[in-house]
């Protein structure tokens, strides 16, 4: 009769299983970074500095802002879409003591990924 190997797999804690699927977050230098080394690795032929390329998205982030604030959308083809959202005056609730209380109008920023992100 044959018996069971043990398993050879480690076992990790819930709380090292959360840590391990909490996506990393992007500054600008680490995308400028990753933008440079993409360009030197795809486009050898195109020498961009690391400070012409932060200017260059720094630009592109006053853009999308300075057009959605002014109510316009951007589109960026396979990206996504920027625009503003205003969602009217409401009437809700106080949740501490229920009371009914006005919500005001508020202007926000909304993005929707393209259908292939």
Do not use: W, Y
């Not at 009769?1 to 076992?11: E, I, L, Q």
């Not at 996506?23 to 230098?29: D, L, Q, R």
């Not at 020498?47 to 959308?73: M, Y």
């Not at 949740?95 to 009914?100: I, K, T, V, Y």
């Amino acid at each position: 009769m044959a018996m069971k190997k043990p398993s050879t797999k480690a076992k990790t804690s819930p709380k090292a299983a959360k840590q391990a699927k909490e996506p990393a977050i992007i500054g600008h230098e680490k995308l400028v970074s990753l933008i440079s080394e993409r360009l030197t690795g795809t486009q050898p032929d195109i020498q961009v500095s690391k400070k012409n390329l932060s200017a260059i998205l720094k630009a592109t982030e006053e853009i999308i802002l300075d057009t959605v604030e002014k109510g316009d959308k951007v589109r960026l083809l396979k990206f996504g879409t920027f625009e503003k959202k205003c969602t009217p005056e409401r009437m809700g609730h106080n949740p501490s003591n229920g009371s009914p209380m006005k919500i005001p109008a508020k202007k926000k920023f909304q993005f929707r990924s393209h259908v292939e992100f």
